[in-house]
Antibody
């Protein structure tokens, strides 16, 4: 079964750093793009960026460039999303997504990681 | 603001046909994908490419495109189709992706 399993919910304070993970299984991890999607409370989906684990080619949405870092460790089939200094406005659910053969179509979604940033 | 525009809400009577649209200049060059999201759940891909359904998606879901508008059509809407629907595609640069604002579908 193809699946993406994300790390658990996080509660952090403003200014703290954070790295959340997404482990892929059931498919060739290095052959498909992995992306991250943000959903703020009660809001829509926002594409943050995408990485190709095979060569670490990474693209960021202009809205998130410089705000987060996307990386991947192909040796353990895991992608990461990290922040160096969280803000309250980073409170959201973050989904990792697997790209399909059609670049831009995400055929598998992780279960989501809830990140709460509050003082 | 999103480069893909969707109507915020649409309703359909049970068993009838409904079309949900997504507008954007990039859709003249790229296909849209469509996702269904039910409350408290992760989104699910329902249509991608010209008109492709992933395994397990009922054939009452179909996609089409004309000019700058992509459409998701549900033929014979069921109660379980009540959900939020999002389109996504490349942006006008072609190098990035973008989601539409989402459409809340109510089945009456």
């Amino acid at each position: 079964e193809v699946q993406l399993v994300q790390s658990g919910a996080e509660v952090k304070k403003p200014g703290e750093s954070l790295k959340i993970s997404c482990e892929g299984s059931g498919y060739s991890f290095t052959s498909y793009w992995i992306g991250w999607v943000r959903q703020m409370p009660g809001k829509g989906l926002e594409w943050m960026g995408i990485i190709y684990p095979g060569d670490s080619d990474t693209r960021y949405s202009p809205s998130f460039q410089g705000q987060v870092t996307i990386s991947a460790d192909k040796s353990i089939s895991t992608a990461y999303l990290q922040w160096s200094s969280l803000k309250a406005s980073d409170t959201a659910i973050y989904y990792c997504v697997k790209g399909s053969t059609d670049w831009g179509a995400f055929d598998i979604w992780g279960q989501g990681t809830m990140v709460t940033v509050s003082s | 603001s999103s480069e893909l525009t969707q109507d915020p809400a649409v309703s359909v009577a049970l068993g009838q046909t409904v079309r949900i649209t997504c507008q954007g200049d990039s859709l003249r060059s790229y296909y849209a994908s469509w996702y269904q999201q039910k409350p408290g759940q992760a989104p699910v891909l329902v249509i991608y490419g010209k008109n492709n359904r992933p395994s397990g998606i009922p054939d009452r879901f179909s996609g089409s495109s004309s000019g700058n508008t992509a459409s998701l059509t549900i033929t014979g809407a069921q109660a379980e189709d009540e959900a939020d629907y999002y389109c996504n595609s490349r942006d006008s640069s072609g190098d990035h992706l973008v989601f539409g604002g989402g459409t809340k579908l109510t089945v009456l």
